[in-house]
């Protein structure tokens, strides 16, 4: 079975602050996905990577930043946090061995910004 | 018109009934689709892939229409831990990027 494994379930930060959210996947995936879901609006995508150093913006990725030293870890970074940032944060990965296949998610992390 | 539409339900029905939710994608060039289950305050969870010829998982039949540019998702024999939110998932672009509906909510009932 995928195993993608979120460092934190709750986590609460204080405006401003910088704040590392840190996902980890065991199966080799080349693909790593960072979302944030909110009530009524569904998973949006922030960032995504198809390789090691590599990234790209997906539908709302002002105010964050990632990192992808290693295959299997995907970072999120909020530079300089916010109350609107308050939301659920998804991770997931998915092969791209044999055409499109579905991706696999953490746990989640509930963030709080205060 | 948004990329992925679901009806956000609820879906209330009772135990044994059969459901049906559909979702439509407006990118007909869309190449995967998935559905997925989200329980509350947990993370999406893979419950089928759709393919084209339709498939069928125990109580769960998906299928895909092209030409109407939706899919479906049947539960036959609703089970009470069938409740949970349905999210139907469509492949958008390159490097596997996919876009998810905002989900369609299932309340089995006793």
């Known amino acids: 079975d995928v195993k993608v494994t979120q460092s934190s379930r709750y986590l609460v930060k204080r405006t401003g602050e910088k704040v590392f959210l840190e996902c980890v996947q065991d199966m080799d995936h080349e693909n790593m996905f960072w979302y944030r879901q909110d009530p009524g609006l569904g998973l949006r995508l922030i960032y995504f990577s198809y390789d090691v150093k590599m990234k790209e913006k997906g539908d709302i990725p002002e105010g964050y930043s990632v990192s992808r030293e290693k295959k299997e870890r995907f970072s999120l970074i909020l530079e300089s946090a916010s109350t609107n940032q308050t939301s659920m944060y998804l991770c997931?990965?998915?092969?791209?061995?044999?055409?499109?296949?579905?991706?696999?998610f953490g746990d989640g992390t509930r963030l709080s910004i205060l | 018109r948004k990329e992925v539409e679901q009806d956000p339900g609820p879906f209330n029905v009772p135990e044994g009934a059969t459901v049906a939710f559909n979702c439509t994608y407006s990118n007909s060039a869309s190449q995967s689709f998935f559905w997925y289950r989200q329980d509350c305050r947990k993370e999406p969870k893979l419950l089928m892939s759709?393919?084209?010829s339709g498939n069928e998982d125990g109580r769960f039949t998906a299928q895909l229409n092209r030409a109407s540019q939706y899919i479906s998702l049947l539960i036959r024999d609703s089970k009470l831990s069938d409740s949970a939110t349905y999210l139907c998932v469509v492949n958008s672009g390159g490097y596997q990027k996919v876009t998810f509906g905002t989900g369609t909510k299932l309340q089995v009932i006793p």
């Open positions: 997931a990965s998915s092969s791209r061995q044999g055409g499109n296949q579905p991706q696999h």
């Open positions: 759709v393919y084209s």
